[in-house]
């Protein structure tokens, strides 16, 4: 299984709704990611975990919350969103491969903020 | 925060033309990523270059490290409908895990 599976792959909330996404892998990845892309640009790191432990947070507000309950899981949890922070997000886990992290990426969630 | 050029930021084909992509820092790196990502989907790693001055080949794809190992470009040998994405570079420093991206090359390959 070289999957990573994210949930739901479309949601619409408006800015006062509480909505999760969802990301799950099971190959064993012990660092996983959450990015945010906008319409033909890069994506752009949000969170880094680590066994389970949070260990980069790229100043991201703290209406994104992220959530890592064990090494499978991944959860961003979202609270009064602004319809700027609608776009793609995409969940990815890593291995190393001959010392050089190798990304898999889940199909992402589009989200539309009302 | 490493900054990462790509050019051209679009580029339009026709079926069967040859193209390159470049990806341009002014830092040097450890390594480098190339990923393609199509509509609908994530980016999907396509090779990883190492050594300064090193050429990978992926079937009609050649990648290339520059020797000072601050950048790195992308052919395309006739190109197909299929090679329609978005391709990204990343530079790695040793084994850390914060992958950031270059700015991208938006490819349309037209049939």
């Known amino acids: 299984d070289t999957e990573v599976t994210q949930t739901p792959k479309h949601l619409v909330m408006g800015m006062t709704n509480k909505k999760s996404l969802k990301c799950e892998q099971h190959?064993?990845?012990?660092?996983m990611y959450w990015y945010k892309q906008k319409a033909k640009k890069p994506p752009e790191l949000m969170f880094v975990y680590s066994y389970e432990k949070l260990s980069i947070n790229e100043s991201v507000p703290s209406r994104f919350s992220p959530e890592c309950p064990n090494s499978s899981l991944l959860n961003l949890h979202l609270h009064a969103l602004q319809p700027e922070d609608s776009a793609l997000y995409l969940c990815?886990?890593?291995?190393?491969?001959?010392?050089?992290?190798?990304?898999?990426f889940g199909s992402g969630t589009q989200l539309s903020v009302l | 925060t490493q900054l990462l050029e790509q050019s051209p930021q679009f580029l339009s084909i026709q079926e069967g033309e040859n193209l390159t992509v470049y990806c341009n820092s002014s830092s040097v790196f450890s390594s480098l990523q190339w990923y393609r990502q199509e509509p609908g989907e994530g980016p999907v790693l396509l090779v990883t270059?190492?050594?300064?001055?090193e050429v990978k080949k992926l079937k009609r794809l050649t990648f290339q490290f520059g020797d000072a190992r601050k950048d790195s470009s992308l052919h395309i040998t006739a190109a197909q409908p299929g090679d329609t994405g978005l391709y990204l570079c990343a530079p790695r420093s040793g084994s850390a895990r914060q992958l950031t991206f270059g700015s991208g090359t938006q490819l349309t390959v037209l049939p």
């Open positions: 190959m064993g990845h012990r660092a």
């Open positions: 990815a886990s890593s291995a190393s491969d001959r010392g050089h992290e190798k990304l898999f």
């Open positions: 270059v190492v050594t300064g001055g």
